[in-house]
């Protein structure tokens, strides 16, 4: 059935966007519920943002505060850049879900309850004293809809000979049902999903589909639901499009580099959260001879990356900050050898072991200045999830170019939250060219290209050109082994200059907003979103504010100095205590403003905004 | 390690490097040197498709004087460079020169996975039983009660034996020899590239300066017959000047016995190919003062090999399925914007 | 480890912390804790001299949920903290809590370094071949072959076995038993903190979400008695419902017989006190399909132990030299200004 | 003899100060040689600093420039703070040794040559194709000094028993006698030396005794030298002296700590150029409840080191940059349990393994930024050889006065070079009080103190305490594991707040030279002599210019900022790019000019001289 079938006998209201928080147990299916309202959202043309926040990593008991897990999805009839600040919707599927979220829940907000979950037992498990649903105080703060969501999924499975336990599972089914209709969903995506996914389960397949439909048609009918929203969708940039999050944008973003230069890609990583699954997206993609290593450690994987670029492959290692703490000796062997690899640092809570499950940018200082002695080396950092696919491919660009380790880095926020992606076709893509030098008459093995000051890629397996590279300093441009002053004080300078010229080969810093103004919001990673969009509405409400978001860490682009010197004031907010606005003050003198988070959470873009409303008043 | 043949004929010339060699004088490096100098050209295998990677340390210092492909990478991760250099290029014969300090001590962790991962490299471990490098300390190696620059009062580590190591990681070659015993050694460098797998050599080596005649009981001309142990593949274990002497079990333990008491047909028979290691691991245990110090190959089995796998694997999934990059962005749930 | 004894008596509830269990239902981890708990009291140490470290893992929450001192450090590092800890501490009862990747992926070589120091810990490795907290990823233990989510066409990696590295390692103590027998466990935690040194302990320990019945062979109660091997020290090798089957030596190789056929007295005796390691290397190469596992002790030895070393050798400089700083400040030339 | 016994047959000049390099063979003896006129001269009076220059790792061939082993002294009648820039006098003992060095020899230097050694096989291997002493202009250019060292000394022992290369390896001491006549110092000290070190072998001991006093006749009678000079000597501060290096020092500094805690000392480290030593000395010192652990690798020995300071030893662990790589991880762990230790990194030339034996100040944003997520530490840096005493000391006061791993700087110029150091008292030493909370009731694992916030060290072993502390975020003041944003945010913040809160507790910054100037030189670590030679040179030619050394570099001293802001123009020189001034230009805007050096060499004073004029020009 179709939401244009249903008729629609009730209230209807038209939104710009929705803010919607699905919250229950573990077990209850919350991320599988809010990805097919994404989807079907997505499909429908609104624009969509979401926010996964998982448990933290051990399994907690069933019902616990501990084991709560959310979903946050921003749907809107416009182009939206976060998966929303505080939710208009919040969906408790039991006592834990809703003690943990309902103080983000907004004022009036509508709130939906699985009042079958509210057992003594589970209200004890949150720490209830009493049952929050009999406090009248609930109902009149929101548009309260408690709902036996447990009871009606079951009475509208009776019939099929399937487990009580299996047949209760489908629960997650019904509230979604719900939602579409409370937000004038179609259920086709949904429905030929649970065909695709339980082909083999025909049962289960049906039990879904019926609680699905259940729980839309609980919606029609039910006296407690007036009014039905709708969010128009927009058509975004034609093309074709899909739901994608950033370690799968960067994983295909690795094969795609290693593609568009025809060469192998050798992935080596040692598990750890939440940069896991681009391992395991790589280990999938074998076919597009894909070699992924999993390495005893994070050591071991950095030393494979070198081996497998000096090999000629194209070599990511990727981890998460404790990560980058072990391999930070062998990156400087490999700034020492200058060889062309990628390190991804998905980064998350630190310090230490920290907050493994939550977003983080405070490894920002770790990649510039966490090796012994002077190491530079390119860092960029993306900004959204699908831009951890350009970011990535850009990355490889500058890696062979001008034959150095790069570093790119990521967030939890941008690795596990999702948003559409246009599909890009292959032949809009430059390809990556990439020499080896064959001939050996007068080839010295640290001869520099005279644009970039890169050395050249030797391959072993190259007659003639035997030679030994290693981490000792070196005399230009043979790379023999010397320890003389001046050869030091030669290749230091050579291996900075040869950084700072990516700064010739990369665009220059653009604005969004007044090319001059009172303040100019800078920002880098995940932070974009929420500060362009901070930035828009107090440009709306006629305030003289910019941003500007920068890609490239190290080296800044061109035009930086310059750019901040038209602004009276600089405001960079970032999920640190302050590491890029120590790197613009120190290297500028740009009294820039620090504006630090640290709570495990992406900015809100009411943060954002009220800082720019206090730098401005 | 086995690898393509090719016509080239080589000589030592062809794989010493410009550079000058800078260990000390008497330093057991040197000889080792020599030898793969004149090993190498024999395995027909071009120079450039050789690389040897090692750590840091003086036996490190290696790769710098062969005219092949190398890295001096850093302390204790030669055998993690060499993995990843097999992933991306299996054809590659590749060798890891490292120390007792370097394989041991900080890079025992990557000794242990690339034997037991079975990656198809070979592994020189240059055994002197100190630091040479940083001048003199007690290693993994140095028997206890060592006196070194940082054990004065004499170490109280038990030390540990790289084949017993290499057997705990379920190596598939093992094998011991000596920096100065030079058909030997070339012997077993050979075996060792012809290998498929992982292959660890241990090199008893001499470090002149700081733990000079550590293997003095192997190395000495007049008694050395009574002290080693040549291991030959289904041959009797017999040692001694005349092969007087030989080894016999006595249920699990060996011991030494004259040939002439018991007969040969009750020595102990060397069998390098037994599938299960424990004939290789009751080897490992023996040496000085009871038994003589095994040299040559414990074990030399088959085994699936890491790097092979690898290959293979990618391999059969290009088979079975187009490289179609536009299919993989089409994962999951699609929709068009017209 | 043998540790002072103390005239307190604890209970059970004593070694429980406030702490609520996070482990999945039906974790294999959730019976260790148990063991330990009802265990420790029986030890007659006094709570507060037990320290409990881990690295990272679900394994690694461990200390969290018991009542003694603790250390939930980094990933692989325990035994170093371990380490020094007693030197500065040699009188407290310091347990090492692991999992197969804390222990053999990345904390390799401190296990290694660990156990031939022979540092007075015990180490309680819980073995479930599988990288939990990461949601399954394969481990040094996992089977090759084995499909995990980072090895979706299967595992091509050898697996190291945690007794044979222990064993490489030359280990003084080296156990083994399971998550789900309770009181077999509790005599091995025993033995394991009466034994002075290193003491390894390898828990076979399911993972009901990753990598469910992995041990299933040797738990499954109806054919248990056929696939475990019981090792009791001094007693012949016999195993089956009515220890009707037996182990028998075949020159270096076990072979499994009946007991009827060939007798008792020909069958293999355990021995965990051997001086040389041989037997328990053979063993710890037993295992399915050909073998039962064997459980219990492998091998427990009396060897020098590092911890204990290193205050004698701070004793004796102690008892022959007086602690006079300004001695130390005037070794060498010194003059006098007035 | 002595000095005064030798009638002054020869004109006789008096200098305010010398600078000698011995130059030679690594079997030559040189670092003996000097380090014995180092102890003749300061027990003369003399004010002395030392620089060896020890050829790189692995031993060259004899002869070979790379085997070529320096001992550079400079003794003075007034006080001084370097070992010199050029050397007035070079020894140069073979042809490599002349090659090295003859460039950095003052125009009109003393040049004293073992003639002897200049065959043809040395000349080739030093590179020559013909004999420098053969060019007239070596002559014109220096005051040269051919000598036939080898011969005399061979002379001279001729009646003893002895072989001929034991014989011949005591010409060291008939140069070291030659140089003593030079500059008229006694023999007694050597003569004194030569009978301890010998004492087991008297005959080599007569003959050491005869070179150096047939060197001192020689120059008594030779023509050759018509002049004698003579550096009086000026007494020092009263007390007892000795010479000491850097890494004694620490060592010494470590063993202090304790002893004034009444604590042992566990130091676990593995071995590393130019640290080795710490750990060799500690080794030496178990009387002193010293424990030494010599781990498998960095990693292990940090581990370890937490291990003791959670045990409630005083523990340190010592390495250099490329070891600090693998600490951190482990680094970050000791930030988050606050436990108090020390982390030594004697720095040496980087990147990567880079430059094993030579000098560098490029660890110091590692030390600041080196891991993942924000885990703020104090630093300290050490200023002299001596100077890595009182620092080692400091750093264990402030370690366990806030419960925190503290890092101290060092520098393989410190760590080697030496000078006098005047024998404290240990009545004079504050002690050094720590408390170990054992009252059970109400206590919290991370309950802080009110002045410092530090939390209290608390031991295992302690009834009633038992607990758990981790790497993972906390609930302050339980410590109990926490992921919440508010709890997050409170911990990140105390622990910044504890690390500020040390500028508190240390003294504030005091300048050399005007209070108010135009420039102010700013510096840390072993730059400082340089630069208040530098300084004070400058101010002697009247130039308006100032010299602060920070041995705080995190948290600064309070008054930093406002002392800074007393002077027009502040320069940094520092033996890496620029790390120190990034902090400073960051934190306070101050337009900082860096004076980068890469040289692996430490700062010459005419090259801050220089600078410094170029900047008031
Ligand atoms: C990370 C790191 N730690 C320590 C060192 C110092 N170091 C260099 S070589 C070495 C040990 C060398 O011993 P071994 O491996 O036996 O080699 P050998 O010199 O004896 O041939 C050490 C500790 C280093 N270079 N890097
Ligand atoms: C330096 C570092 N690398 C990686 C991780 C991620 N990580 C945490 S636990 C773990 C492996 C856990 O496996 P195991 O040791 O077998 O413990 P289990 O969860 O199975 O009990 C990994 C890879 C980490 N926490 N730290
Ligand atoms: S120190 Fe020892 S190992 Fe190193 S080069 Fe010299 S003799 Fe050889
Ligand atoms: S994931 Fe596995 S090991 Fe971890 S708690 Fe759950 S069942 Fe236990
Ligand atoms: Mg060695
Ligand atoms: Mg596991």
Redesign the interface.
Known sequence: MSASMSAPAKKREQLEQVTILFSGDSGDGMQLTGSQLTTTSAVLGNDVSTLPDYPSEIRAPAGSVAGVSGFQLHFSHQEIHTPGDNPDVLVAMNPAALRTNLQRLLPNGVLIIDQDAFSARNLAKAGYEENPLDDPALGSRYQLHPVPATTLTLNALEGLDLKHTVKARCKNFFTLGLVYWLYERPLEQSLEWIDKKFSRMPLVAEANRLALQAGYHYGETSEAFAVQWTVPGARGEAGTWRIINGNEAAALGFVTAAQLADKPLVYSSYPITPATDVLNHLSRWKHMDVRTIQTEDEIAAMGSAIGAAYGGAFSVTGTSGPGICLKSEAIGLAVMLELPLVILNVQRGGPSTGLPTKTEQADLLQAMFGRNGESPLPILAAASPGDCFDTAIEAFRIAVRHNTPVFVLSEGYLANGSEPWRIPSLQDMEPIVVRHPADPDGFQPYARDAATLARHWILPGTPGMEHCIGGLEKHPPTGAVSYAPEDHEAMCQLRADKVARVADFIPELEVTGPNEATLLVLTWGGTCGAALTAVQRAGERGRSVAHAHLRYLNPFPRNLEALLGRYEKVLIPELNAGQLALLIRGRFLVDAVSFPKLRGQPFTVREIEARIEELLA | MNSEQSPVKLTRKDFT?S??V????GCGNNAILAQMQKTLPELGV????I???SG?G?SS?F??Y????????????????????????P??QVWVVTGDGDAL??????L??AL???VDINILLFNNRI?G???G??S?TSR?GART?????GS??????PV???????ASFIARTVDIFQKHMSQVLRRSADHRGAALVEIAQNCI?FNDATWGDITDPDNRHDHVLYLEHGKPMRFGKQGEKGIR?N???PEVVRVADVGEENLLVHDER?S????A??LS?MGPPDFPTPLGVFRAID??V?SQ??SE??H???T????D??A???????????
């Not at chain 2, 620059?149 to 009062?153: H, V």
């Not at chain 2, 109280?156 to 034996?161: C, R, S, T």
């Open positions: 490097s550079q000058d800078r260990w000390c004088p071009p120079r450039e498709n690389v040897i990677i840091i003086c210092r790769p710098y062969m005219n092949t492909y190398g890295i001096h990478s850093i302390h204790g991760r030669a055998p993690t460079l060499a993995m990843g250099l097999k992933a991306a290029r054809e590659l001590a900080i890079g025992g962790n990557h242990t996975h037991r991962r079975n630091y490098l940083t001048k300390q007690y993994p206890i620059s940082s054990s004065p009062d109280i580590e038990n030390p540990v034996n017993g190591i290499a057997i705990g990681s379920e300066i079990l249920g699990l333990r037994a299960e290691p424990t004939l691991y009751l245990r085994k699936p890491y796998l690898l694997q990618v059969r999934a290009q079975e399925k187009a490289a990059l536009d993989l962005f089409r994962q999951g749930e699609t929709w068009d914007v017209t």
